[in-house]
């Protein structure tokens, strides 16, 4: 066996045996079983055991024959690795600490202007009664879906943002994704990729279901973003180039920054023209979710709430690096993210899970980091790069210079 496949193996063992101290850390595996059995057969390793295990394994990586880019992709993969361990043999990591361990980006606090920029914008924009979060609620409400209507609008969505990300890249053959609705998650969406070219797309009901963000979360969850990644990178680089480190997906590694930040601007890739995008959604989606809305109207406004971005991001860096109390982290969603109570509540939710506290800044700043890449020109070339190599956000950055 050489360096490289002893490398691989004890990677994929690592990821496994690290997934018995935090569920969730394995985000997804199809490869040999008989790697899983092994780390789920064995007794539990302690933190110190598997910090040893690290070092192992970049002396592994140090020791085995590989090109420069896929020697610093796993390298950062595996100093994610060493960070997820350090926190859970109880050292204290900064929010920005653990991010560039984990996803090699350092997170930091958006200027509350920005979102005061934004909600002026809204303000001006909303029509209705009332002050600004009420006007919102009832913009919000009249996209409401019933539950028995949400599964049609979803999978109309679905087909649409296939078929455009068929005219973009090339489908694995058989890639299919399935639908299903959930409630008591901490999250809103979550594709589950199965392995096999297959992704089952979760969609928490806890919160009403939106006709106006159904394209989204189908074109993040599903086409051109997680699922078509997962499926690409699968066949490319494990199923093609045999490539053992490619058969399991790590939720907290710069892999999962990517991932976000190509989820995040997917919908832009395949719908560039907000127009076009307005047009579909009055003939073809609304009049399923028998809505009347006006939907130029609607388009100004998500363009004025991108620059609510980075609330989710403050409000981590308040719960977690300035202990605010949670009723306090609650306003501060109400009043600069617009949230109901309800909503905040669920950000809330989410924000405090161990797994999350860090992760909520790869949405924001995956996005920003891939605008910035598609900057240069070339969107199309630069999505695919992201989408169908192993890349890290370091690597995105550089090109970006």
């Given amino acids: 066996m050489s360096t490289y496949e002893l490398f691989a193996e004890e990677y994929v063992r690592l990821a496994w045996r690290i997934e018995r101290h935090a569920e969730g850390f394995v985000d997804g595996y199809y490869g040999p079983e008989e790697l899983k ?7 539990p390793r302690e933190i110190p055991a598997l910090l040893d295990d690290v070092a192992r394994l970049n002396g592994l990586l140090e020791a085995a024959v590989m090109d420069d880019t896929r020697r610093d992709y796993l390298t950062r993969q595996v100093r994610a690795v060493h960070t997820v361990l350090r926190r ?3 050292e204290e990591l900064s929010l920005q600490e653990e991010a560039q361990g984990c996803f090699d980006s350092i997170p930091q606090r958006v200027p509350e202007s920005e979102f005061e920029a934004g909600l002026h914008e809204l303000d001006a924009l909303l029509p209705g009664h009332g002050d600004l979060p009420e006007r919102q609620r009832q913009w919000n409400r009249q996209f409401e879906l019933p539950q028995e209507r949400a599964r049609p609008v979803l999978e109309t969505a679905l087909a649409e943002v296939r078929r455009r990300s068929q005219a973009l890249l090339e489908l694995p053959e058989g890639e299919c994704v399935e639908i299903g609705l959930v409630s008591d998650r901490p999250w809103g969406g979550y594709n589950w990729y199965l392995g096999h070219n297959r992704s089952r797309i979760e969609i928490n009901t806890d919160l009403p279901v939106r006709a106006d963000a159904a394209l989204m979360l189908v074109a993040h969850e599903g086409y051109p973003g997680h699922h078509t990644e997962h ?7 494990y199923r093609q180039a045999g490539r053992l480190e490619h058969s399991i997906l790590l939720l907290l590694a710069p ?3 990517v991932a976000e930040g190509i989820a995040t601007v997917a919908l832009d890739v395949i719908f560039p023209d ?3 995008r307005a047009e579909w959604l009055r003939t073809a989606l609304y009049p399923q979710a028998c809505i009347q809305v006006d939907v130029d109207l609607q388009m100004r406004l998500e363009q004025a709430a991108e620059k609510l971005d980075g609330v989710m991001g403050n409000a981590a860096f308040l719960l977690h690096e300035d202990q605010r109390p949670s009723e306090e982290v609650l306003k501060y969603l109400q009043q600069y993210g617009l949230q109901t109570e309800k909503e905040a509540q669920q950000s809330l939710r989410f924000l405090s899970n161990s797994l999350y506290r860090a992760y909520i800044f790869n949405y924001a700043d995956g996005r920003r980091l891939l605008k910035k890449a ?15 190599d192993p890349v890290t956000p370091s690597a995105i950055l ?3 210079a």
């Fill in 398 to 400: 550089a090109r970006c």
């Fill in 231 to 237: 499926a690409i990178k699968e066949q490319r680089w």
């Fill in 274 to 276: 907000r127009s076009e």
């Fill in 88 to 90: 859970l043999g109880g």
């Fill in 37 to 43: 059995a092994q780390s789920a057969d064995e007794a």
């Fill in 374 to 388: 598609f900057a240069g020109g070339g969107v199309g070339d630069v999505f695919r790069w992201a989408l169908s």
């Fill in 255 to 257: 892999e999962s920054f």
